[in-house]
């Protein structure tokens, strides 16, 4: 056991004539963790909660010291430190022009209706495109925040039909998982459970959880997503009694799709956890996914992650998250129907979604979206400056596309050497063959 500094034993004395004081039992926590102290930390952070529970901050320093990153929406705004810590190495974020002020006189309302009489033609064509439809793509990086902890939504009307593109991962979840689901007949004739797990991984904003939701549609499935945050709890055992009822939940909801997203969280190695609260979840997941005794029949569990390579191996026995699917960026009929969608309330003219697509190869769904973004806003900045309001045209989204790099890159980099040299059981050899195709290796 390491022996506390002389700060720390001040410190305690400090926190013990003030226990209520959630600041300075923070910064006590914080040296803790410094001086590698992580279970002591954790108690530090847990009575902190029991006195503010819905600080933000305690929570990640709790989640921090039990070895688990914060999610970016609950890092704490500012946590006492002994000494300011190194800051990391970001990106310059680029820097966006001020939107001048309009003219004098400017009529804002008479700038609206302009724009909402305009006549099409929207879109131009300059050769044969697909006919993809304006629906919500797979690769738009997600399905409908929000759903709550232990909670199924009823079955959706998105089915796989609203994917646009991506037409080799649509039959490789055809052949791999859905067909056997839709013949409940012929998997009793053989002896198929009526269950079964799928863990999707690859590049972020690609679209595994619109897919997942998608599957539940064609299931006719009702839907259920679970994140770490639904399940983590500060107080020993309760994260394992969540997961029991997030199960049950399911199972009770059965036929339903339940969608454990970022499963590295939730399952990560055991072997890097430095807190046994922790071991003991993935254990509890572990258990739950084995369904004893046919408890899981009509439960369909999908897992996706970015990192498949931090999941515990033993999630991927047979019986559990056995089969998976690499989710890519978007194709070009995928990127002509997700930019179809993030374009479709927007005012614009003559737009070549042909050309549009050559462009923006590469991009993830994600990517897409922040691309036509950029491009409305240099429409409306140069219809705030000159006073004229106009659509938005090739040239905007052309600019917009040269300044939007690839999200995926640091993805791919990453990847490739797991791919290469941690290869075992040919799990990433369509990673491999997709790199090869790319000319990334």
Same mark, same amino acid.
């Given at each position: 056991?390491?022996?506390?500094?002389?700060?720390?034993?001040?410190?305690?004395?400090?926190?013990?004539?003030?226990?209520?004081?959630?600041?300075?039992?923070?910064?006590?926590?914080?040296?803790?963790?410094?001086?590698?102290?992580?279970?002591?930390?954790?108690?530090?952070?847990?009575?902190?909660?029991?006195?503010?529970?819905?600080?933000?901050?305690?929570?990640?320093?709790?989640?921090?010291?039990?070895?688990?990153?914060?999610?970016?929406?609950?890092?704490?705004?500012?946590?006492?430190?002994?000494?300011?810590?190194?800051?990391?190495?970001?990106?310059?974020?680029?820097?966006?022009?001020?939107?001048?002020? %309009?003219?004098?006189?400017?009529?804002?309302?008479?700038?609206?209706?302009?724009?909402?009489?305009?006549?099409?033609?929207?879109?131009?064509?300059?050769?044969?495109?697909?006919?993809?439809?304006?629906?919500?793509?797979?690769?738009?990086?997600?399905?409908?925040?929000?759903?709550?902890?232990?909670?199924?939504?009823?079955?959706?009307?998105?089915?796989?039909?609203?994917?646009?593109?991506?037409?080799?991962?649509?039959?490789?979840?055809?052949?791999?998982?859905?067909?056997?689901?839709?013949?409940?007949?012929?998997?009793?004739?053989?002896?198929?459970?009526?269950?079964?797990?799928?863990?999707?991984?690859?590049?972020?904003?690609?679209?595994?959880?619109?897919?997942?939701?998608?599957?539940?549609?064609?299931?006719?499935?009702?839907?259920?997503?679970?994140?770490?945050?639904?399940?983590?709890?500060?107080?020993?055992?309760?994260?394992?009694?969540?997961?029991?009822?997030?199960?049950?939940?399911?199972?009770?909801?059965?036929?339903?799709?339940?969608?454990?997203?970022?499963?590295?969280?939730?399952?990560?190695?055991?072997?890097?956890?430095?807190?046994?609260?922790?071991?003991?979840?993935?254990?509890?997941?572990?258990?739950?996914?084995?369904?004893?005794?046919?408890?899981?029949?009509?439960?369909?569990?999908?897992?996706?992650?970015?990192? %498949?390579?931090?999941?515990?191996?033993?999630?991927?026995?047979?019986?559990?998250?056995?089969?998976?699917?690499?989710?890519?960026?978007?194709?070009?009929?995928?990127?002509?129907?997700?930019?179809?969608?993030?374009?479709?309330?927007?005012?614009?003219?003559?737009?070549?979604?042909?050309?549009?697509?050559?462009?923006?190869?590469?991009?993830?769904?994600?990517?897409?979206?922040?691309?036509?973004?950029?491009?409305?806003?240099?429409?409306?900045?140069?219809?705030?400056?000159?006073?004229?309001?106009?659509?938005?045209?090739?040239?905007?989204?052309?600019?917009?596309?040269?300044?939007?790099?690839?999200?995926?890159? %640091?993805?791919?980099?990453?990847?490739?050497?797991?791919?290469?040299?941690?290869?075992?059981?040919?799990?990433?050899?369509?990673?491999?063959?997709?790199?090869?195709?790319?000319?990334?290796?």
């Amino acid at each position: 056991m390491s022996t506390e500094s002389p700060l720390i034993q001040s410190m305690r004395t400090a926190v013990a004539a003030a226990p209520t004081d959630v600041p300075l039992r923070l910064h006590l926590a914080e040296l803790l963790l410094g001086e590698g102290l992580s279970e002591a930390a954790v108690t530090e952070a847990a009575v902190a909660l029991q006195h503010a529970p819905g600080d933000a901050g305690a929570r990640a320093l709790m989640m921090r010291a039990m070895g688990v990153p914060a999610p970016a929406a609950e890092k704490p705004e500012s946590v006492p430190a002994p000494a300011p810590e190194k800051p990391r190495t970001q990106e310059p974020a680029p820097e966006v022009p001020d939107a001048p002020a %309009p003219p004098p006189g400017f009529d804002w309302a008479a700038a609206e209706n302009e724009v909402a009489d305009a006549v099409p033609p929207r879109f131009v064509t300059s050769g044969p495109t697909s006919t993809a439809p304006e629906a919500p793509l797979a690769a738009d990086g997600g399905g409908d925040p929000g759903d709550a902890a232990w909670e199924a939504d009823t079955p959706g009307t998105v089915t796989l039909a609203d994917v646009g593109g991506m037409e080799e991962i649509k039959e490789r979840l055809e052949a791999a998982f859905l067909a056997p689901m839709r013949n409940p007949e012929l998997g009793r004739l053989y002896g198929k459970s009526l269950r079964g797990g799928l863990l999707m991984y690859g590049p972020p904003g690609c679209g595994k959880t619109f897919i997942a939701r998608a599957v539940a549609g064609e299931l006719g499935a009702s839907f259920m997503s679970v994140s770490i945050n639904d399940v983590l709890d500060m107080w020993m055992g309760n994260s394992e009694r969540n997961m029991h009822e997030v199960f049950e939940t399911a199972r009770r909801q059965a036929p339903c799709v339940l969608f454990l997203d970022e499963i590295d969280a939730l399952g990560a190695k055991r072997s890097r956890m430095q807190h046994g609260g922790m071991r003991n979840t993935v254990n509890q997941l572990l258990t739950e996914l084995d369904g004893v005794g046919g408890a899981n029949e009509g439960v369909f569990v999908l897992a996706a992650t970015n990192v %498949p390579w931090d999941v515990d191996i033993a999630l991927r026995r047979p019986g559990r998250l056995d089969r998976t699917l690499l989710v890519l960026p978007p194709d070009a009929p995928a990127r002509e129907a997700n930019l179809r969608y993030h374009l479709r309330d927007r005012p614009i003219e003559s737009v070549d979604l042909g050309k549009l697509v050559k462009v923006t190869e590469d991009l993830s769904g994600a990517d897409l979206a922040h691309l036509c973004e950029s491009a409305s806003e240099r429409a409306l900045l140069d219809s705030a400056r000159t006073g004229v309001v106009r659509m938005i045209d090739m040239k905007d989204l052309l600019g917009a596309a040269k300044e939007v790099r690839p999200s995926t890159d %640091p993805w791919f980099a990453s990847a490739r050497n797991v791919a290469m040299f941690a290869n075992e059981g040919g799990m990433y050899d369509e990673l491999l063959a997709y790199l090869k195709r790319k000319r990334k290796l």
